[in-house]
């Protein structure tokens, strides 16, 4: 059984700073492409970034220039390091990864269950 666990959502001021984890645990071979998503209350759930295993990254143009979105394949762990955080920033923060576990030879999608973000004076 494979779960995601992200951790790191707290209550920061209008640009401020916060460090998302996604740790992945399980029987693990391989993750592929790890992406963060976030939902705020009465919005759709959007895109944050992307990260593919060769580091190539992708980022929305909400957060372009203030996240950077990295990987540590050693921990199986997702980051996501949010700068100049601003009110809009405020949501629930969700890691999603294509994970192969060992014995099979098919990635398949997986969500953690979210952290929240604040972004409040």
């Known amino acids: 059984q494979v779960q995601l666990m992200e951790s790191g959502g707290a209550l920061v001021q209008p640009g401020g700073s916060l460090r998302l984890s996604c740790v992945a645990s399980g029987n693990i071979y391989s993750i592929g492409v790890m992406k963060w998503y976030r939902q705020a209350p009465g919005k759709q759930r959007e895109f944050v970034a992307r990260?593919?295993?060769?580091?190539?990254?992708y980022y929305s143009d909400s957060v372009k220039g203030r996240f950077t979105i990295a990987r540590d394949d050693a921990k199986n762990t997702g980051l996501l390091e949010m700068n100049s955080l601003e009110p809009e920033d405020a949501a629930v923060y969700s890691c999603?990864?294509?994970?192969?576990?060992?014995?099979?030879?098919?990635?398949?999608?997986?969500w953690g269950q979210g952290t929240q973000v604040t972004v409040s004076a």
């Open positions: 990260i593919f295993r060769d580091g190539g990254t």
């Open positions: 999603n990864a294509m994970i192969r576990v060992s014995g099979n030879s098919d990635y398949v999608e997986h």
